[in-house]
């Protein structure tokens, strides 16, 4: 066991008060940032400005508590920092290994569990036990049992609240006929500061291997912020989520989406405070309950979900590649090059992830990955580009969403069917297809859709 005030190491995405807080909020706390960590693989400039910015301001916040290391290397820092700390699980396999190789170097005093996903790794090994098919639901009913959410009583038999557990057919409806934006309030926007001044100008000076343009930063990357991203989203949007779920317009690049990936994946908000305060609008009457179920389900479930299967699986995974795709991702692609793109429904998915390294989850699912699918683009470069692209993306959720979900290059281990469509879908789901060159029913000729006939 580690001494009582053994100091606490976060990687950038364990900025929990979860971990830093209750039983730990006597010891110090450790920050460090790695040039090499910054520069090991192509990364969107703003999600560079997101966990330096996410780090500073942590520093910032916890006070003479933190201290902030620059170096080459987290090794290099460990040993200048000259203590043996505590550090948690940490969220990918290579960073497992390499925490593990600086536990027998004795740098790491010792590795506690991490706190910033609501299921403990250990109890998904016992729900998923010897299976070997996963199916979403499954999982997801049994958490909302475990944690009591969105259910009529506390008995293990209790019903879910409304009688349903799935309220997916209320929540794919088209956009408004003729709009060009959701009649939505706008999410939560961090005001940027000093410390987001430092980090542009730190990262101008630096040579790093980025993609997309920087921008200002939209994300929230401070408890406080994240609080506040929340509150703003379950009060003025959660009632428009459930219904707009899957829609797209192309003059509303966020729609009724909460923008909360970048706090949850950097650890600044518990995704069980977001279920509750969800629940809690339900309860209140201020959000319908298909809302709040759907909201629930991304959370609880999928992302949950995910984030174990990715352990479950373990990094063999990212080899599967049970379709055969071989064909290297074009330069155009890799580089957001969106004005290289006729296909407006494209065009507008890739100028999103260049603009802010952001698009959402349909978009990502049947734009950007059913293109993909449909071309046979390599899964693990396809997956390694999503890493890279996104402000979002990390190791863990990576593979499932990728290889599993969108690319079904796991031949089914996830889901019961790959994820695309023609025109016909996108043009009932979306404005994109009045303003393209193509013509979604078409398969054949110069205006032929590219997804009509890739499908
Ligand atoms: C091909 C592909 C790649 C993706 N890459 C990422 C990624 O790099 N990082 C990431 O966090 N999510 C990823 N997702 C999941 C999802 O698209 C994003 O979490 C979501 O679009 C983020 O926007 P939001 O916070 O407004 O989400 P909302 O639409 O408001 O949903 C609420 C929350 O649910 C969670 N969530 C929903 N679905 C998933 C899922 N399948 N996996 C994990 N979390 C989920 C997210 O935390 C999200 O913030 C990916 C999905 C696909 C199909
Ligand atoms: S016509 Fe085809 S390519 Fe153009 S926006 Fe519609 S679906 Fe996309």
Not at 2 to 22: E, K, M, N, V
Not at 176 to 199: M, N, Q, S
Not at 385 to 391: E, Q
């Amino acid at each position: 066991m580690s001494d009582d005030d053994t100091p606490l190491w976060l990687f950038a995405d364990q900025l929990s008060p979860r971990i830093y807080g209750g039983e730990h909020a006597h010891r110090e706390v450790l920050l460090v940032e790695s040039t090499s960590a910054l520069g090991r693989r192509r990364s969107h400039r703003q999600k560079l400005h997101l966990v330096l910015s996410a780090l500073r301001h942590a520093e910032a916040d916890l006070g003479d508590r933190a201290t902030l290391i620059h170096a080459d290397t987290y090794t290099e820092a460990l040993r200048g920092y000259g203590r043996p700390v505590l550090v948690c699980e940490p969220t990918s396999h290579d960073a497992e290994r390499f925490v593990a190789r600086l536990r027998r170097d004795g740098l790491v005093a010792e590795v506690l569990p991490t706190p910033t996903f609501a299921v403990p790794r250990a109890e998904f090994g016992v729900w998923a036990g010897a299976r070997k098919r996963f199916r979403l639901e499954d999982f997801y009913r049994q958490q909302r049992r475990r944690f009591g959410v969105l259910m009529d009583g506390d008995e293990p038999d209790s019903p879910p609240v409304g009688g349903r557990w799935n309220f997916d057919t209320e929540n794919r409806e088209s956009p408004p006929k003729g709009a060009a934006t959701l009649d939505v309030p706008p999410p939560f926007w961090p005001e940027e500061d000093d410390i987001d001044a430092g980090v542009r100008r730190d990262l101008d000076a630096m040579d790093l291997n980025t993609v997309g343009v920087d921008g200002p930063r939209l994300f929230a990357v401070t408890p406080a912020e994240a609080t506040e991203a929340l509150r703003c989203f379950v009060t003025d949007r959660l009632p428009l989520f459930g219904r707009y779920e899957d829609a797209m317009l192309g003059g509303d690049w966020a729609m009724a989406h909460s923008l909360l990936s970048v706090p949850l994946n950097f650890g600044v908000l518990h995704p069980l405070d977001a279920v509750h305060a969800a629940e809690r609008a339900y309860r209140d009457d201020l959000a319908p309950l298909a809302a709040v179920e759907g909201f629930i389900r991304q959370i609880l479930g999928w992302r949950e979900y995910m984030w174990q299967l990715y352990w479950h699986f373990g990094p063999e995974y990212l080899d599967n590649n049970s379709l055969g795709a071989h064909t290297p991702l074009p330069d155009w692609w890799s580089d957001l090059d969106a004005d290289a793109v006729d296909a407006e429904c494209l065009r507008e998915a890739l100028d999103g992830v260049r603009t802010r390294g952001w698009a959402h989850h349909i978009q990502r699912l049947m734009i950007l990955g059913s293109h993909g699918l449909q071309r046979g683009y390599q899964s693990r470069e396809l997956s390694d580009w999503f890493a890279s692209s996104f402000v979002d993306g990390f190791a863990w959720v990576m593979p499932t969403n990728v290889i599993g979900m969108s690319q079904h290059a796991d031949g089914g281990l996830l889901a019961t069917k790959p994820y695309t469509s023609g025109g016909a879908y996108i043009n009932k789901m979306s404005n994109h297809c009045r303003s393209c060159r193509f013509d979604p029913k078409k398969r054949l000729g110069p205006d032929a859709c590219p997804f009509t006939a890739g499908y």
